[in-house]
Structure formats: C-alpha cells, structure tokens
C-alpha cells in the first residue's frame, strides 16, 4: 500500500506490486504461468460480474428499465470476454498441462466462491455446492448469503410489478431460498408482455442474451476440459468434464425460454 502523503500513480492506483507479485509458481514449467493468470483474470471479471449483478437488481427493483438494460449490455459484454479467455487456455497442450498439473494438488476451479455465489445471483439453488467452503468461512456466508436473497429473476418480477403488468401473487412472495421453477401462471403473464411489445419485453431479451452467454461459457468451459484431460477427473477429487456437461442446457431463466413456444 502507498504511503499516505506519497501521489497516486499508475502503478500504486493500480496496486501493480500486489497484482504483479500473486503469480507464484510451483514449478518450474513454463506453462504454469500462463494458466495462473487466466484463472487470476477470471475471478476479477468474477467479481465484476458480482457488481454488476448487485447494481442491475437494484435497477430493475426500482422500475430503471433503460439503465438496467445498460447494465445488462456490460454484463453480456463481460461474459463474452470470459469465453474468449478460454481461446488463450486452449493454446495449453493436454502435454504441457500434465507437466504441472500434480503441483495443484487440492486446488480445483470448482472452489472458485465468487463463481458459486455468481451462481446464486443467477438463480442456483443448491446446498451441495457448499462442501469445499469450511463453516463460517467468508466464501460460505457470502454463498449463503446470495442463496437467501432475490434472484436476478425475482427482480426482473419486480421491475414487471412496478410497470404495471399483474405478476402472480405467488411468484412474488415465493421462498426465494429455493431454487425457482417455471411457471404457467408467469409464463401467461410474459405473453402480454412480448405482445405489447415495449421496454418490458426488450428487458426481457437482455435477459435471455445473458442466459445464452452463461451457456455458451459452460459449454465451452466443457470443451476446454475435455480438450486437455480428456475425460480424467479434475483436481481437487472433482468429476471433470462429466461434473461440467451436468450443467449444461439449463436455463437461468425458463420461463423466458418456455414462453417463446406460447407466443
């Protein structure tokens, strides 16, 4: 940290030491660095993604359609990002990953806290999640914590209340703590929505850019795996790539899928 009288410059601004200094290798591999980084990138866009997520709940709570829609526009454009990311991952040979690969011994991207609780803001509902954090540990309470509040999607509910659209009683005051299930009775509700054909509906598309794009990153995340282990289990004791292809084709948001087939 800079000394308090001393001026802010690119590099203290930026906390560059610190940045800089966490690529510890445990090996001499050269290709260690290379996957260290990436996923050190990945929780920063992680933790973005959080921000955004928290600022875009809070817009569409308050009836902001257009910055939410703003919002959801960075959102999207990070989760491109973070796809792409997996291009530069993939120039890692199954060889050269082999060649450090026992140096991670517990560590596995299935500990990643801030991707369970990204998770969470996104709908997931699953207390399975939870075993590699330690009760009362810090990544535990935040998960937990996202798990006992609204889903994106319950905002969304929010925002169609406060533009006047009739949300089913029971979707609103749901057990937010369980996992959402689609509805008919929503679902009905969605179809004026696309009819009328306003900004209700163009948030609802922003929404399903960005189900597209968390599954386009899982399925790619699948394929990155499967490219360089095969189908070996991971690290950390995890199942690998058969764990990943569970995940994918499930929705964030069914209700904005099942209604396509009503309109």
């Not at 920063?44 to 709940?57: A, I, N, P, S, V």
């Not at 959102?75 to 450090?100: C, H, K, N, S």
């Amino acid at each position: 940290m800079a000394e308090p009288d001393a001026a802010v410059n690119y590099r203290s601004y930026l906390a560059l030491d610190e940045i800089l200094g966490a690529q510890r290798r445990r090996s001499e591999e050269h290709d260690e660095l290379l996957f260290i980084i990436v996923h050190q990138v990945y929780e920063l866009w992680f933790k973005q993604l959080l921000h955004e997520g928290g600022h875009l709940q809070e817009q569409l709570e308050a009836g902001q359609g257009p910055r939410g829609m703003q919002t959801m526009r960075r959102i999207l454009a990070i989760l491109r990002t973070v796809v792409a990311q997996l291009d530069v991952l993939e120039t890692l040979t199954p060889v050269q990953y082999t060649g450090f690969r026992a140096r991670l011994e517990t560590a596995s991207g299935f500990q990643s806290g801030q991707f369970r609780e990204l998770e969470a803001v996104f709908g997931r509902r699953d207390l399975g999640v939870l075993g590699p954090y330690p009760a009362g540990s810090a990544e535990r309470r935040r998960i937990e914590a996202a798990m006992s509040r609204r889903a994106l999607f319950d905002s969304y509910l929010r925002y169609l209340m406060t533009a006047g659209y009739e949300v089913p009683a029971e979707a609103l005051g749901r057990d937010v703590s369980v996992a959402w299930e689609a509805s008919d009775a929503v679902q009905d509700m969605l179809v004026t929505v696309y009819r009328d054909d306003g900004e209700a509906a163009q948030v609802a598309e922003r929404l399903v850019d960005i189900d597209e794009g968390l599954q386009a990153w899982r399925y790619q995340h699948v394929k990155m795996v499967e490219r360089t282990i095969g189908q070996k289990p991971g690290t950390g004791g995890s199942s690998g790539a058969g764990y990943l292809r569970s995940t994918l084709f499930t929705p964030a948001f069914p209700d904005l899928w099942a209604v396509r087939s009503k309109l």
